[in-house]
Nanobody
């Protein structure tokens, strides 16, 4: 399975922006639907955004629509999450996910990669101060 490494997290003030990156290796990146999930302290992990293997289809949770943008560069085997207008409610560990069989929409419903067909990254912390 593909291995994933996230970067770009940090501390930002409310209203600010961050761009997360997820570098993939060890698999055919262009064949994977990619996604971002997050987990806040004391809460369950939740879907944030996903993108199809070619980048033509994206899917977002309602609370980030218009503020977050997912994109990918298959030549660089990297997926990105541009986060704008951040609020303290966006504070969480953000995880990258890859799935060979899911669509962007089905990835949101599954809550993560299909067992045996995908991978998780190790996560990167995003903290938004008020």
């Amino acid at each position: 399975q593909v291995q994933l490494v996230e970067s770009g997290g940090g501390l930002v003030q409310a209203g600010g922006s961050l761009r997360l990156s997820c570098a993939a290796s060890g698999g055919t990146f262009s064949s994977y639907t990619m996604g971002w999930f997050r987990q806040a302290p004391g809460k369950a992990r939740e879907f944030v955004a996903s993108i199809s293997w070619g980048g033509s289809s994206t899917y977002y949770r309602d609370s980030v629509k218009g503020r977050f943008t997912i994109s990918r560069d298959n030549d660089k085997t990297t997926v990105y999450l541009q986060m704008n207008s951040l609020t303290p409610e966006d504070t969480a560990v953000y995880y990258c996910a890859a799935d060979r069989v899911a669509t962007p929409q089905s990835m949101s419903a599954k809550g993560g990669p299909t067992p045996g067909f995908g991978s998780w990254g190790q996560g990167t912390q995003v903290t938004v101060s008020s």
